[in-house]
């Protein structure tokens, strides 16, 4: 069952064609990543998926809801993390993830907030403000936020970007585990081509707000005529998509 | 539906959310003694600099001049703080760069405005204790000699206070971070035509005319006459009630529509930028 359905999705801002024309479809417990240079489109695209940009035509929905008009219902099923996000920098992560529990409508907050503390290792944490975590533990924490409702799809933005190599390598076990467990539906974006080789079932590949090319990392990889992902990112970045 | 959420738009899920925003306004208050500190500092000032200079003024045998500028100190501080604490309240969430955070939850404009108010309202009623308090100690003045039309005058200027930072918030998110100086001032942009210090008829009448469209105008030059001995002047607050129903009208109608643009042009999304 498809959890997303993204249909001839457009954003332009000014004089820039943002995205042109992005069909995706997410389902039950897939992992998707979506792949391209800077400017591509990735982050417009996720934002649109997540009501926080409004497209200038196509449609969004989700578990069959559309997002425009369900905009609450769909978004309590919804998470999303990002590298770039902040999060009250006075508060105590315990604090952070009290209120985000609230903020998400769940019945008994304390209880979910001790199963994330302890799904993502963060109870030391706990007692510290969010200003003075490192980038790393910072990370934790807002997938711990984005955790705490049980989404079925989780967006991520980027989500190992600030990880040593032995923190993302547990982040990415988890988070497939996750999804492979629970059956919730991962939409990615990242830079890590290696992460996006490893965790996803699909990859689409963005150019100019476009999808180019769209497969598994083994499929995109023959079908250019490349080794690896990364091989196909440079191809792709680099000369454009071959007619 | 996940099983460990209420329903979305159910009644326990709507007051769980808004319950939420005020949780977190409340934790980062007690996270920071600076900000329990901001709250008393100025209000307590401001205080003490008109209660002298009332005191000196009745020394020159000026008529009812202690309660009624003390009283107009104390109120007009309710509209001030209304208007401040809920703009604040969002402009934190804009500098911890939490506002996308806030925006993917189910939380609704609506909520999230309603979390807003409801905190403003438990600092504006600690602020003001301590304000009463003092006026009373120190100058012998009860606001409660205001009566019955202290209820009135208070929620007229709450409504006001907070129509003014919906319409702070929307600048915000029209024209960008650089746009909130308007929260701190637009409330002072109305306290020349507000009457709060002096009679609406010491102004020129083109001003009285602008003075008549500000419910606080009607709520100042009514403390005033009945700290002078009249009746609460009902048909008055009722204009000011009114007024406060187009104020906060146009204020939401402002909000939602900032807010649509802001997602339109992708102005929200740099919130996080």
Known sequence: MAILEAQSLTKRFGPVQAVDGVDLTVGEGEITGLLGPNGAGK????????????????????????????????????????????????LHVREVLHSFARLYGLRDPRKRVAEVVELLEIGPLLKRRTSDLSSGQHTRVQLAKALLNDPELLVLDEPTAALDPDAGERIRNLLVSVARETGTALLITSHNMLEVERMCDTIHFLSAGRIVASGSAAELAAHFGVVDLEEVFLKVAREGVPA | MTAIAFEAHSTRARRRRIAGVVYRDLAAMRRSPIRVFEILFWPVIELVVWGYVTLFLQANKVPFVVSMLLGAVLLWQVLHRASNEVAIGFLEDVWSRNLINLHVTPVTPGEYVTGLILFSLIKIAGGLAVMVTLAYVLYGFGLFSVGIGLIPFMAVLLVLGWALALVAISSVLRFGEGAQVIAWSLVFVFQPVAGVFYPVSVLPEALQWLASAVPASHVFEGMRAVLGGAPVPWDTLALAAGLDVVYVAVALWLYTATLRHARSKGRLSRFGE
Request: no cysteine; glycine share 10%.
């Open chain 1, 43 to 90: 982050s417009t695209t996720l934002h649109m998926l997540l009501g926080l940009v409004t497209p200038d035509s196509g449609r969004v929905s989700m578990f069959g809801l559309d997002l425009q008009r369900h905009r609450t219902e769909v978004l309590s099923r919804v998470n999303f993390s990002a590298s770039y996000l902040g999060l009250p920098g006075v």
